[in-house]
């Protein structure tokens, strides 16, 4: 399935990173209330895969994903607890072997023309540019987009809601990821209501 249909149209990514297994379910049902229709839980805890079997299981509407996948071992782990897609920082050819053997969709990261160019010749004409406002933010997703035009950008790393309705205005930018929809002083709280009012900004987004 291409990963323009395993997003379904959603435009904000929320990226999260939390060893609350308890609060994934009430997590995910309140992002999909508020209009988010994709999660991409981060494999920077011992609990992620946890999180992911919990929201595919009882969530089966929201699409979830795995993010920070930097081994080709991270392959097999996410797709067998039911994650969607996988999301890369950066990219391996061993990384990118086993997402293809394993029919795993993935966006790959990549933060230069010469990368971009390299995963376009491995088939990945949606890729992460991460870390985008360190990379070059916007100024350089314009600049790649005249002799890159065949690809599209999922930028994370630093987005606000103000930086994320810049980055959704450029035309070679299909989504972004950030986790201001999810700071992780109210997922510690619980603090689904306030989550959710995030969630819904960050739905209206790009609209």
């Known amino acids: 399935m291409e990963l323009t249909e395993v997003l379904q149209g959603s435009r904000v990514i929320p990226v999260v990173v939390t060893d609350d297994i308890d609060s994934a379910v009430p997590l995910a049902e309140c992002l999909y209330e ?11 805890t ?24 930097r081994e080709a071992e991270h392959v097999a782990a996410v797709k067998s607890v039911g994650a ?18 394993s029919d795993l969709p993935m966006i790959p990261g990549a933060a230069s023309p010469s ?26 997703l314009k600049a790649v987009g005249a002799p890159l035009p065949e690809l599209s950008f999922v930028p994370t790393g630093g987005i606000d809601a103000r930086l994320a309705e810049e980055y959704l205005a450029l035309p070679n930018v299909l989504a972004v990821g950030g986790s201001w929809l999810t700071p992780k002083k109210l997922l510690v709280a619980g603090d689904f209501e306030a989550i959710g009012k995030l969630a819904a900004d960050a739905a209206r987004l790009g609209m």
């Open 115 to 140: 990368e971009m160019m390299h995963l376009y010749e491995r088939g990945y004409a949606l890729q992460k540019f991460f870390p985008a406002e360190v990379a070059g933010g916007i100024p350089f």
């Open 84 to 101: 969607s897609y996988g999301v890369a920082p950066g990219y391996t050819d061993a990384l990118l072997d086993a997402a293809e053997e």
């Open 46 to 69: 011992d609990a992620a895969l946890d999180v992911i079997r919990q929201i595919a299981a009882e969530v089966p509407q929201m699409v979830v994903g795995a993010g920070s996948l």
């Open 34 to 44: 508020a209009g988010i229709g994709t999660i991409e839980i981060t494999l920077r």
